[in-house]
């Protein structure tokens, strides 16, 4: 039971997007079917387990750095396609069905082979997408705040450097894929790194902080070919609140996606 109200940590409630922080008091006094939201099973049966989250924000809330078209197709058909995908690949391991996304990911060699490599891409892309609509925000931006500007001048000695470090190790990889600030229990070890495709640090029990999407539907529209004029511009959209509310979340040990 604790696992499962963990994981609610990043779930919505009745349609609405929450936030980590909203949901903390929730996760820690539950009300029992409360809060069941974008990562976490539909309580129906007959349902599929996992639904697409809605945008906490308009299509349009992040222009200019973000266009809406490009935010339009991300959202509802890109991510869709993956919780499609994933419910898709449940469907045909119905024992799977109440298992949680953060669970099904660090254990994917226990899966049924049939669904492994379905999971793995799809299971990603929802963890991935729900984190990414999270810790973005129109009229964000600016300078990290509170412990989690601490900790990125703890790691990495200023925000500048840490910021250049962030762009560069996007602009490097190469394909499709994502770049993460993942940390430690502690909060103290923040870490930059990338992976493919849809892979995340969840499928190694890893704590994601925030990330950014590598793939080119995240910034073809508008940004054409120039992935650095994408990654310095969305520096402008981060929502340092968002952020830090995962971050003291992740230090207690919840089970964040
Ligand atoms: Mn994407």
């Keep these: 039971m604790a696992s499962r109200r963990e994981f609610l940590i990043t779930a919505g409630s009745a349609g609405a997007f929450l936030t980590a922080g909203t949901l903390l008091a929730q996760a820690q006094n539950p009300v029992p079917g409360a809060a069941i939201g974008p990562a976490e099973k539909t309580a129906g049966p007959g349902q599929p387990p996992f639904t697409l989250p809605p945008l906490p924000y308009a299509v349009s809330a992040l222009?200019?750095?973000?266009?809406?078209?490009?935010?339009?197709?991300?959202?509802?058909?890109?991510?869709?396609?993956?919780?499609?995908?994933?419910?898709?690949?449940?469907?045909?391991?119905?024992?799977?069905?109440?298992?949680?996304?953060?669970?099904?990911?660090?254990?994917?060699?226990?899966?049924?082979?049939?669904?492994?490599?379905?999971?793995?891409?799809?299971?990603?892309?929802?963890?991935?997408?729900?984190?990414?609509?999270?810790?973005?925000?129109?009229?964000?931006?600016?300078?990290?705040?509170?412990?989690?500007?601490?900790?990125?001048?703890?790691?990495?000695?200023s925000f500048d450097a840490f910021k250049k470090r962030f762009n560069e190790m996007g602009e490097k990889h190469v394909g499709s894929g994502w770049v993460f600030v993942v940390m430690d229990r502690s909060g103290r070890a923040l870490e930059i790194a990338t992976r493919p495709n849809q892979d995340t640090p969840l499928l190694e029990g890893g704590r994601v902080l925030f990330g950014n999407d590598l793939w080119e539907h995240a910034y073809y529209l508008k940004y054409n070919n120039r992935r650095e004029d994408y990654l310095s511009s969305w520096w402008n959209v981060l929502n340092w609140d968002a952020i830090n509310r995962r971050y003291e979340a992740l230090k207690a040990g919840s089970a964040v996606i």
């Design 63 to 157: 222009e200019p750095h973000i266009d809406a078209k490009t935010m339009e197709l991300h959202h509802d058909k890109h991510h869709k396609t993956y919780v499609d995908k994933l419910n898709a690949a449940i469907a045909k391991q119905p024992s799977l069905a109440s298992t949680p996304l953060a669970q099904l990911l660090a254990g994917l060699e226990k899966l049924p082979e049939d669904v492994r490599s379905e999971i793995r891409t799809n299971g990603g892309g929802h963890a991935n997408h729900t984190m990414f609509w999270e810790i973005m925000a129109p009229n964000a931006g600016g300078t990290p705040k509170g412990a989690v500007a601490e900790a990125i001048t703890q790691a990495f000695g």
